[in-house]
Every structure is written in C-alpha cells, then in structure tokens.
C-alpha cells in the first residue's frame, strides 16, 4: 500500500511565529493533494487544494515538489486559532476508482 | 449548495449489537462516498467507497458492510460489533475525480 508520511508532532510553537510541516507520498503517480484541518473530535476540513506547484491563501502557502515528492504547510503570523491536527491527503487515480490516502497528522499547539 | 448529515453524533452499543450508520448527501447527484474510521489518536482508515448505487468497494476486510440503496444514501452497518469497532466514524462524498473530500460531522461509536 502507498503511504503518506507526516511528522506527527507535536509542533509547539508561540503566537505570531512561523511553522512549516512537510509531508512526503511514496506514490510517484499521486495527482492533487490536499490539506485538512482536523479539530479535536472533530471532522477533517479541506484546509487547501495543491494541484500544481503550490497555492497562497492568506497566512497559508502550500507547496508541492513533485521530484523529492513532498508537499509542505507553510503558516505565517501563527494564531492561537490555528492549533489543531493538520492532516496530508495524495490523491491518485487506480483501476479500482479514485484513491485518496491520507497522512497519520501532524498536531500544532500555537501558545501565548 | 451541497450539504451531507449523518446520525446518530454518538451511540454506545454493547458487544455483539447490530450498527446502523446512515449519511445523506444533498444538492449534488452521483457523488462518491466514502465511510472512514479514525480510531483515538489515529490516522483515517478507508473502510468503503461507492461510485454508485450498488457499487461498494471494501478497502478493509471485518466484520462491517456498506450499502448505497439511493444515489445519495450510503449506511454502514455490522450484524455483531466487537470492541475493536469502537471509533469515530466518518461519511465523505466527492463529485469528481481528483476533487476533495467533504466529511460529515461524524458518528463517536463506543462499544461496552
């Protein structure tokens, strides 16, 4: 079975820094990718889409590179908001139908 | 806009007590969807996905089954639960290809 890997942390980190979590997918034929947001006890939240090289969103950039196979979450300007599960998604096209395997989580505790 | 509800938030069930699980999809037509399991402090299990009504796809031999009776309903269920099915439980549906996941709210299963 393909895998993505992620640190699962936890990231400690104060309010305003900036963090960066990688996550690497040993599927070479991965299509998209995503990231999620998944709160305690809570439901997984598309966070964003990365189908090419990489994707801007407010104080959330991710980038993909497709030779070292790797996506990263990069925060700015970190809120106690933020704190919470960040989950990798790989996405690949299989005879079977649409195959979407997920990282174990990478945990950010944002501290005052 | 589209909307996916699933029941019951939380159940406690005892060992050897049958499961029903439902998730409904609304405002799109021939999704995909999926059931995933998340046990506590785990990565997302791929348990089932279907492409349509009818069409179940098992990713995780046990004592658990799906079932897509409408094209935007799809239950899980189990005739005998074991300790091990304890869990949250989790319904996503796509449209297309390549396209993110949505997640339902999720249904905490514990099982005495």
């Known amino acids: 079975r393909k895998e993505v890997e992620q640190d699962p942390g936890p990231f400690n980190v104060p309010e305003g820094a900036t963090v960066a979590f990688n996550c690497t997918y040993s599927?070479?034929?991965?299509?998209?990718f995503f990231w999620y947001r998944q709160d305690c006890r809570k439901e997984p939240k598309l966070l964003m889409s990365?189908?090419?090289s990489g994707n801007e969103d407010g104080r959330f950039t991710a980038q993909l590179n497709r030779a070292s196979q790797y996506i990263s979450l990069l925060i700015r300007d970190s809120k106690l908001s933020d704190s919470a599960t960040y989950l990798c998604?790989?996405?690949?096209?299989?005879?079977?139908?649409?195959?979407?395997?997920f990282g174990g989580g990478t945990r950010l505790m944002v501290k005052p | 806009s589209q909307t996916i509800h699933q029941w019951p938030a939380t159940l406690v069930q005892p060992v050897g007590s049958p499961l029903s699980l439902e998730c409904t999809v609304e405002?799109?037509?021939?999704?995909?969807l999926y059931w995933y399991r998340q046990a506590a402090g785990r990565g997302l299990q791929l348990l089932f996905y279907?492409?349509?009504?009818?069409?179940i796809s098992s990713e995780v031999p046990q004592n658990l089954s799906a079932s897509r009776p409408q094209d935007r309903q799809f239950i899980l269920s189990s005739k005998k639960l074991l300790l091990s099915d304890s869990g949250f439980y989790l319904c996503?549906?796509?449209?297309?290809?390549?396209?993110?996941?949505?997640f339902g709210n999720g249904t905490r299963l514990t099982v005495t």
């Open positions: 279907s492409v349509g009504i009818g069409q």
């Open positions: 998604v790989a996405y690949e096209t299989a005879n079977a139908g649409n195959m979407l395997t």
């Open positions: 405002g799109t037509s021939n999704p995909n």
């Open positions: 990365v189908y090419s």
């Open positions: 996503a549906w796509s449209v297309l290809n390549s396209s993110p996941l949505h």
């Open positions: 599927n070479s034929a991965s299509q998209s």
